[in-house]
């Protein structure tokens, strides 16, 4: 028979090699054991982890630690379901978020469990890394919404397109009218250009969301990025400068101009996400060369057009900028973590290359590299 310090042992090494994060605190709130995951997860050494549940959190908390339910709130730790089980609540497994100080966050599912075992009284904590099944469920709940707004704002649009032909015929009949003042004229002209200008916006948006094959073509690149910031200029809020500086006769590329505007779209969003408080957006263009395998030969050189989406927001931080391109990944709040990997996907169908430069708090600069023709 096992001694107790041997049993001890044995169920300590045990615990340190499940990858689930176990810890035992007691009646009084205490931690009293805590596994190797556990303190992997926070960084911390477990004999340095403070004695009591609160103050371990609070600890956690000044550190820019944050934990948050299903819905994005804030778990109070005094009302946390840990300690409502202590108190001898019967309480369902649940879902939580641990954000960490640099922004990204886990999913964990935790069930909590009342023992009384060898003279100890309280509650056993089970949590288990939950991060691709959550992002996995939410960006399908995301996919099915996006996909029914897309059909109905398909069906409005058609409906607002058949309006704006009415309007549109009107004027064309009402301009030839001899009697029409001038003045009245150039209101009508004025219409007429508005519903033009309507009636390309309304398409553009069908087809942004319609699914489509894969269509490479020459495309300007500066026509498109004019186009997409007609598109999405309601987007932006009074405290958002909005500034183009596009390099005149810029080369063709061959590309999806469907794809195009989906990268340019994402790579906007994501900027005015950054600047909440306002702020300045550039978008340029301009050409520039590239030596494959550090040959200088003419036959290594090729024109690559380089289309630049500059914010003064909020930045990102050194840690985090290596994950940012993966699915599922994001620092927002509500974010699926789907645009920037389909922005990475695009760019490499279409055999170009992205990067990106950023500073926390001095902003963001993505650089988008596609071959001329």
């Avoid at 405290?239 to 989906?262: C, F, K, S, Y």
């Amino acid at each position: 028979m096992l001694s107790e310090s041997t049993t001890s042992n044995l169920l300590e090494s045990v615990f340190d090699n499940v990858s689930a994060l176990l810890v035992v605190i007691d009646g009084a709130g205490k931690l009293v054991f805590s596994n190797r995951a556990f303190a992997t997860l926070f960084g911390e050494n477990r004999e340095q982890i403070p004695i009591h549940l609160t103050d371990w959190a609070r600890a956690l908390l000044t550190q820019g630690y944050r934990f948050q339910d299903n819905h994005g709130h804030d778990i109070i730790v005094d009302s946390s379901k840990v300690m409502r089980t202590l108190l001898g609540e019967q309480v369902e497994p649940c879902d939580f978020r641990i954000i960490f100080p640099d922004g990204s966050w886990k999913w964990m599912h935790a069930s909590t469990h009342r023992f009384s075992a060898f003279g100890l009284a309280g509650v056993l904590v089970i949590a288990t890394d939950e991060t691709v099944y959550a992002e996995l469920q939410h960006a399908a709940t995301r996919v099915e919404r996006l996909e029914t707004l897309g059909a109905v704002s398909r069906a409005l649009a058609h409906d607002f397109n058949n309006i704006l032909e009415v309007i549109s015929s009107n004027v064309y009949l009402a301009l030839p009218d001899a009697g029409v003042p001038e003045t009245t004229r150039m209101r009508l002209e004025a219409i007429s250009a508005a519903s033009q200008k309507a009636t390309g916006l309304v398409r553009r948006l069908m087809q942004f969301g319609r699914p489509h094959v894969v269509e490479m073509r020459p495309v300007q690149i500066n026509d498109l990025i004019i186009g997409v910031l007609q598109l999405v200029r309601p987007l932006f809020r009074d405290e958002i400068r909005v500034r183009t500086a596009l390099l005149p006769d810029l080369p063709m590329i061959d590309a999806d101009p469907l794809e195009m505007d989906q990268l340019l779209v994402n790579l906007i969003v994501n900027a005015t996400d950054a600047m909440p408080q306002g702020g300045d957006l550039v978008i340029s263009t301009e050409i520039k060369e590239s030596d494959e395998g550090g040959m200088k030969s003419d036959q290594a050189k090729r024109r690559l057009v380089l289309i630049s989406v500059s914010d003064t927001g909020i930045g990102i931080s050194p840690g985090v900028q290596s994950q940012i391109f993966e699915p599922f990944f994001t620092t927002k709040t509500r974010g699926t973590g789907l645009g920037l990997s389909s922005v990475y996907g695009i760019v490499r169908q279409h055999g170009g290359d992205i990067t990106v430069q950023s500073k926390p708090a001095k902003g963001t600069t993505f650089m988008v590299s596609l071959p001329a023709r």
